[in-house]
Nanobody
Framework: QVQLVESGGGLVQLRESLRLSCAAS????????MAWYRQAPGEQRELVAS???????HYADSVIGRFTISRDNAKNTVYLRMNSLKPEDTAVYYC?????????????WGQGTQVTVSS
């Protein structure tokens, strides 16, 4: 089993910044990919940014130029730096990881962390 623990959410003002962190722990042989998703009230969960083991990244169009995803492979941790935050970024942000135990691979989700951007 693998646990993902997120931190760094909170309430900020328009154009301020936040950094989210997500640390994976448990039976981990390797982590194929990690990502951040978000879900606003009444909306579907959407991909915000992802990063694979080789370092390639992908971003939703709405966050390009404002958000940066990075990972520390030694710490099994992924970060999301969010700059120039807007009220429409308000959502619960979920960490995702696709992890190999050595014998099989599985998907895992964090519990979510609330990000609220006030205008």
């Amino acid at each position: 089993q693998v646990q993902l623990v997120e931190s760094g959410g909170g309430l900020v003002q328009l154009r301020e910044s936040l950094r989210l962190s997500c640390a994976a722990s448990g039976i981990i042989f390797s982590i194929h990919s990690m990502a951040w998703y978000r879900q606003a009230p009444g909306e579907q969960r959407e991909l915000v940014a992802s990063i694979i083991s080789g370092g390639s990244t992908h971003y939703a169009d709405s966050v390009i130029g404002r958000f940066t995803i990075s990972r520390d492979n030694a710490k099994n941790t992924v970060y999301l730096r969010m700059n120039s935050l807007k009220p429409e970024d308000t959502a619960v942000y979920y960490c995702y990881a696709y992890v190999s135990s050595g014998t099989s691979s599985s998907e895992y989700w964090g519990q979510g962390t609330q990000v609220t951007v006030s205008s």
